[in-house]
């Protein structure tokens, strides 16, 4: 079983829709999960980052978290033409905090918003 | 966000020759950065956790004889591919965590091809 798994894409949503990505893990001793943005040719750039379980809210971006299901998940709401990337899932399975802990990426879902 | 670099973000090399990649965090201090690489349409894979004083972790699988990996200062890491052969060809990317959290920024990453 892979560490980190991610809904096969690729995901096309018209503009102004939202777009549901979908991510688990394997550990479940895993602490911290963040979201990372993708474009091609390019390296990943933080989106979100959250820790407990419930939802995070940052402008147009929702994170949930159920550590229960093991899930993660991102919902991009209002979806523009420049949210078009890959979107990758990354669980970090040191203790929060600890600068030793370790990302593991999912194999990402790629976006494409169409006008 | 924080600012990490790479140098180069580009380069082509012939096989059998060793080329050295540096990471730079620009305005904070790293005592751990990170090297992954990515193939195409691939996700990132962590090679190993470069610590400022000490000698470089592994990952499992991860050859430390032909990844070297130097954390000269608390700014600075170097990884360097000795004796390249064409299947080394990939996009290497650096992360530093910012001082007491466990979110990392990414470097711009160096894309090697050897020939």
Known sequence: QKEVEQNSGPL??????????????????????????????????????IYSNGDKEDGRFTAQLNKASQYVSLLIRDSQPSDSATYLCAVNK?????????????????????? | GAVVSQHPSRVICKSG?????????LDFQATTMFWYRQFPKQSLMLMATSNEGSKAT????????????????????????TSAHPEDSSFYICSAPTP????????????????
């Not at chain 1, 203790?95 to 976006?111: E, H, I």
């Open chain 1, 12 to 49: 096309s949503v018209p503009e102004g829709a939202i777009a549901s990505l979908n991510c688990t893990y394997s550990d479940r001793g895993s602490q911290s999960f963040f979201w990372y943005r993708q474009y091609s040719g390019k390296s990943p750039e933080l989106i979100m980052s």
């Open chain 1, 94 to 115: 040191g203790n929060r905090g600890s600068t030793l802990g370790r990302l593991y990426f999912g194999r990402g879902t790629q976006l494409t918003v169409w006008p």
């Open chain 2, 17 to 25: 020759t060793s080329v050295k990649i540096e990471c730079r965090s």
């Open chain 2, 58 to 81: 592994y990952e499992q699988g991860v050859e430390k004889d032909k990844f070297l990996i130097n954390h000269a200062s608390l700014t600075l890491s170097t990884l360097t591919v």
């Open chain 2, 100 to 115: 007491n959290t466990d979110t990392q920024y990414f470097g711009p990453g160096t894309r090697l091809t050897v020939l």
